[in-house]
Antibody, heavy 117, light 109 residues
Framework: QAQLEESGGGAVQPGRSLRLSCATS????MHWVRQAPGKGLEWVAF????????TYADFVKGRFTISRDNSKNTLYLEMNNLRTEDTAVYFC??????????????WGQGTLVTVSS | EIVLTQSPDTLSLSPGERATLSCRAS???????LNWYHHKPGQAPRLLLY???SRATGIPDRFSGSGSGTDFTLTISRLEPEDFAVYYC??????????FGGGTKVEIK
């Protein structure tokens, strides 16, 4: 079964930037989803397989950018102007459409981002 | 945006018992667009059911799903040790954002 692997997490100060990567396989739409400490799953962003359509959660619009390099099988999340509330484990997840059903079938184990002064 | 409410927050059961988890949507949704996931700390979330009742690849038949409209249920017929985790329902109908319920923790009694 295909696997996803995130990298790039770490500790940063508020207002700084960080870029996450996700090693992918196949030509699929991809999502970023996060989980803050002690909280549930929260969708962050989506990019279609060709990279043309991108959609963001309202709380990251203008700060985060999702992109991909299909020649490198890599998905990215560029995070700027980070806030303490962005502290979370960030997961990448594969998007599937299957005869009218939409879901995210494969996820990575996540990478931890800690925003603190 | 569809809001999903899961109940209970925590379910304390013993191995071998039956677990029934609920997911309620803020408005009627298609059963095609309701999915269930299982998540353990430090691991990747795992897709269990898609389209409310279709089992994902490799998911054992002790997991089943049902429901329509606003009320959906995940049932685990006999809990195995590896089933103790947090369970999330998800609504995804191709329009974004996709949304998750708050989760139900199934813990060992």
């Amino acid at each position: 079964q295909a696997q996803l692997e995130e990298s790039g997490g770490g500790a940063v100060q508020p207002g700084r930037s960080l870029r996450l990567s996700c090693a992918t396989s196949g030509f699929y739409g991809m999502h970023w989803v996060r989980q803050a400490p002690g909280k549930g799953l929260e969708w962050v962003a989506f990019i279609e397989n060709g990279g043309g359509r991108k959609t963001y959660a309202d709380f990251v619009k203008g700060r985060f950018t999702i992109s991909r390099d299909n020649s490198k099988n890599t998905l990215y999340l560029e995070m700027n102007n980070l806030r303490t509330e962005d502290t979370a484990v960030y997961f990448c997840a594969r998007d599937i459409w299957n005869r009218g059903k939409y879901y995210t079938d494969i996820w990575g184990q996540g990478t931890l981002v800690t925003v603190s002064s | 945006e569809i809001v999903l409410t899961q109940s209970p927050d925590t379910l304390s059961l013993s191995p071998g018992e039956r677990a029934t988890l609920s997911c309620r949507a803020s408005q009627s949704i298609s059963s095609n667009h309701l999915n269930w996931y299982h998540h353990k700390p430090g691991q990747a979330p795992r897709l269990l059911l898609y389209g409310a009742s279709s089992r994902a690849t490799g998911i054992p038949d002790r997991f089943s799903g049902s429901g329509s409209g606003t009320d959906f249920t995940l049932t685990i017929s006999r809990l195995e040790p590896e089933d103790f985790a947090v369970y999330y329902c998800q609504h995804y109908d191709s329009s974004l954002p996709l949304t998750f319920g708050g989760g139900t923790k199934v813990e060992i009694k």
